[in-house]
């Protein structure tokens, strides 16, 4: 399993753009980049998955690395909602288990 | 997004009892399902690997005999904690991923199961 580095925690406020970082320099060429965030006593949500080109949903835009090193998880305008623990995981993405770190406990003020 | 339900959502019950726990996939037919615990200011930790029609596969250090995971449809996943004591307290996760090798794995609520 790659394994990941991730600040364990960050502030933004309401409105702003939050960039996530994730070091996973030991991915190999097949992971998929996950990522994950869980809100207090919930499960994890899905937020947004990439192999090499960024990649952008409704939730959040994902940028890697051209080494596929590291990746940034980008949420455009920060809300309330957003304050939740964020997962980075490589992982192959036929059905393997989702290993999880630390994460990076996001606060948002308003 | 895919939708994973677990029931129940909390359970208490006293030491030594068993406790069931449901994970269901309700728009996906899901040939592998995950189930993981979390203690309270840690991590998800993975605790087995559910194919449908087949085994469990244990991670290292969980007790097979003890939590007993049953698949036994694309869209039902049990664990069963056995003679559960209080160390067992924790909240239990499921996760579930569909049949295509492209699809991504949805996460149930949580069960937070209490042992007294």
């Known amino acids: 399993d790659a394994k990941t580095t991730q600040p364990n925690s960050m502030e933004s406020n309401e409105e702003e753009p939050v960039h996530l970082p994730c070091n996973h320099s030991?991915?190999?060429?097949?992971?998929?980049i996950h990522w994950y965030r869980q809100l207090p006593s919930q499960g994890p949500e899905y937020v947004i998955h990439g192999l090499t080109s960024n990649v952008n949903n409704r939730m959040a835009s994902l940028a890697i690395a051209e080494d596929r090193k590291s990746s940034t998880l980008i949420l455009h305008r920060a809300t309330l909602r957003d304050a939740a623990v964020y997962y980075c995981i490589p992982a192959n993405q036929a059905g393997t288990a989702l290993i999880f770190g630390k994460g990076t406990t996001l606060s948002v003020s308003s | 997004g895919a939708v994973v339900s677990q029931h129940p959502s909390w359970v208490i019950c006293k030491s030594g009892t068993s406790v069931k726990i449901e994970c269901r996939s309700l728009d996906f037919q899901a040939t592998t399902m995950f189930w993981y615990r979390q203690f309270p200011k840690q991590s998800l930790m993975l605790m087995a690997t559910?194919?449908?029609?087949?085994?469990?596969?244990?991670e290292q250090g969980v007790e097979k005999d003890k939590f007993l995971i049953n698949h036994a449809s694309l869209t039902l996943s049990t664990l069963t904690v056995t003679s559960a004591h209080p160390e067992d307290s924790s909240f239990y996760i499921c996760s579930a991923s569909g049949l295509l090798s492209t699809d991504t794995q949805y996460f149930g609520p949580g069960t937070r199961l209490t042992v007294l």
């Open positions: 030991t991915i190999s060429g097949t992971d998929y």
């Open positions: 559910s194919n449908e029609g087949s085994k469990a596969t244990y």
